[in-house]
């Protein structure tokens, strides 16, 4: 059965890093969040202000299995991304959590992570990366696709957000016999 190690590793590639996330990127990556206020009303929850503590308090912990890397570019925290095993249901993972300040949006960073984690997923041996995206976040649910994920439907009324929205989620993945050809694509 595949599993994640304690802690999770640094993935890097040219000008890419995703390390662990650690007392050491707090700062920065409250000032990342930060610099887009409206992106956080289609989240699940907000990363402002007592949002972020509360947050950080929760990844620090691992709570609810959520584990998380910040995303560097250049040495800088651009943002963060998460992996979540789902223990119902072994092999299968979600990737998700990511934020990343605007400057890096539309650039190569999230393209790089992504496949840093998607190669490091599956060569764990996880069968199925999942993504689950609210039905508002266009932006994210493209790039996804742009990734080679397939969307598998939707969860209707699935969650409530901090905003008081009943969410519809959109559920996505990319399996471990579509890798090997994405992969070819994707690597950078």
Known sequence: MPSLPQPLPILSHGDVRL????PAHADELRRATAEDQEIWQIYSHSMLGDGFDLWWQAAMLGANGW????????????????????????????????????AA??????????????????GRGFHRVEFRIDARNERSQAAVLKLGATRDGVLRHHKITHTGHVRDTHVMAILDTDWPEIERRLRP
Do not use: I, Q, S
């Open 19 to 22: 390390e662990p996330l650690a």
């Open 105 to 122: 949006r539309g650039t190569h960073v999230n393209g790089v992570a992504k496949w840093l984690m998607l190669d490091f997923l599956f």
């Open 67 to 102: 584990r998380y890397w910040a995303t560097l570019w250049n040495g800088r925290v651009m943002g963060c991304t998460g992996v979540w095993p789902e223990d119902r249901t072994p092999g299968v993972v979600e990737l998700g959590g990511t934020y990343l300040r605007p």
